[in-house]
Every structure is written in structure tokens, then in C-alpha cells.
């Protein structure tokens, strides 16, 4: 099952920098799209997310930007902190909310070096 | 501030047994889930649960697996007869409350050991 897919296992930023992840999915039918973080032996922790009516979601240093046309969206974290290493999963959903069967990428682990 | 709890942090077992895994949802909240993740795998959704029955299952989700709430404040995944492939990170998640756009929260898992 491909419908999403990270096709970067890792990233590696300088503190300070901009740390841009990406996501990209098959299925049409998904309408909305969320960012989850995950810290080992946690759970998924919601970052953001943003429905397929907008383009661009921004809350604090999080930024996801979503083109439907390319079917793919980024999360962008400006300025990057050590404190944001951890795995990052783009998951996807039918119906315009989250409330239905999440699908999720494989994950982009995100290392910001100090 | 609220969050999902899950019991046990980790289960051992052996094949061919059953296994009951254990959550409390955030208050209020009225929709629940369960995923699990093979290690080195992506995050599966198993089954969704609302009004007390379940909305949406995966193929993953057969007759060996079943979903309980049994009472206001628990909600449990049990796998009747383990396989060593049951062997993963099991999640339990929640969202909705009454009158809110919400989004799911994840408890901190469920370590699932079959020898």
C-alpha cells in the first residue's frame, strides 16, 4: 500500500535552518492531510495539518504547504531546534476531516544539529 | 493537559495466545482507534470505533481481532490467538469531542512481543 509515500528516509539540518519535508500521494480521493511527529517509544503527536479547500496552513515555526495539482505537500520548520529531531509522518484522510482511517507515510527522521 | 494511556507498555506472549490490550481515550472524546506499526514498517490503521460499534476496519483487522468499550472509559483491542506477525507497536487513538473539529491523539503505545 503506496498511497503515501516519504521518499526521504532521513534529513539532516543545521540549527537555525530550514528544515523542509516532503510527501507525496496517489489517491485522489484524499482531502485532508496531517503532520505527525514522533519521538522514540511515544506516540504520533499531531503537528498540523490542512484541508484539500487551502493551499497553505502556517501555526508558529510549522508551515505545510499543499499541491493538489502534483498531489504532494511539504511541512516546512522555520527556524529548525534540535528539539524537532525525531520521525516526521505525512498521513492522509477521505472525507475532509480526520476523524475516518488515517493513512500514513513511512516516516522522515529529522535530525537538526546544534 | 489530556491524553490517551495505554496498558501495558509491553506485552510478552506466546503464539496461540490470546492478548488484551488496554486503553483510556481522552474524555469526551467519541471516536477511537487502533493502529499498529511493524518495526521498520509504516503506522497501519486496524479498526475505527463510534456509537459503540465499529465504523471501518482494515483487511488486516480478520475475526482473530476484536474491539471492546466495556465501559465509559476503556476501550480495548484482543487478539484471540496470537501470531509471531502480530509482533509490532500497537496505538490506540482518539478525537472528536461533541461540537469540535479535532484531530486524533496517540497514546505512547503498546509493545507487542509473540515468541
Known amino acids: 500500500d503506496q498511497q503515501v509515500k516519504q521518499n526521504s528516509p532521513s534529513l539532516s539540518v543545521q540549527e537555525g535552518r530550514i528544515s523542509i519535508l516532503n510527501c507525496d500521494y496517489t489517491?485522489?480521493?484524499?482531502?485532508?492531510f496531517l503532520w505527525y511527529k514522533k519521538y522514540p517509544a511515544e506516540g504520533p503527536t499531531f503537528l498540523i495539518s490542512?484541508?484539500?479547500?487551502?493551499d497553505k496552513n502556517e501555526d508558529g515555526r510549522f508551515t505545510v504547504f499543499l499541491n493538489k495539482s502534483a498531489k504532494h505537500l511539504s511541512l516546512h520548520i522555520v527556524p529548525s531546534q534540535p528539539g524537532d529531531s525525531a520521525v516526521y509522518f505525512c498521513?492522509?484522510?477521505?472525507?475532509?476531516?480526520?476523524?475516518?482511517?488515517?493513512?500514513f507515510g513511512q516516516g522522515t527522521i529529522l535530525t537538526v544539529h546544534p | 493537559e489530556p491524553e490517551v494511556t495505554q496498558t501495558p507498555s509491553h506485552q510478552v506472549t506466546q503464539m496461540g495466545q490470546e492478548v488484551i490490550l488496554r486503553c483510556v481515550p481522552i474524555?469526551?472524546?467519541?471516536?477511537f482507534y487502533w493502529y499498529r506499526q511493524i518495526l521498520g514498517q509504516k503506522v497501519e490503521f486496524l479498526v475505527s470505533?463510534?456509537?459503540?460499534?465499529?465504523?471501518?476496519k482494515s483487511e488486516i483487522f480478520d475475526d482473530q481481532f476484536s474491539v471492546e468499550r466495556p465501559d465509559g472509559s476503556n476501550f480495548t483491542l484482543k487478539i484471540r490467538s496470537t501470531k509471531l506477525e502480530d509482533s509490532a507497536m500497537y496505538f490506540c487513538?482518539?478525537?472528536?469531542?461533541?461540537?469540535?473539529?479535532?484531530?486524533?491523539?496517540f497514546g505512547p503505545g503498546t509493545r507487542l512481543t509473540v515468541l
Open positions: 487513538a482518539s478525537s472528536g469531542r461533541q461540537g469540535y473539529t479535532d484531530t486524533q491523539y
Open positions: 489517491n485522489s480521493m484524499f482531502d485532508y
Open positions: 490542512i484541508s484539500s479547500i487551502k
Open positions: 498521513a492522509a484522510s477521505v472525507g475532509g476531516t480526520s476523524y475516518g482511517k488515517l493513512t
Open positions: 474524555s469526551n472524546h467519541l471516536y
Open positions: 470505533f463510534y456509537n459503540n460499534e465499529i465504523s471501518e
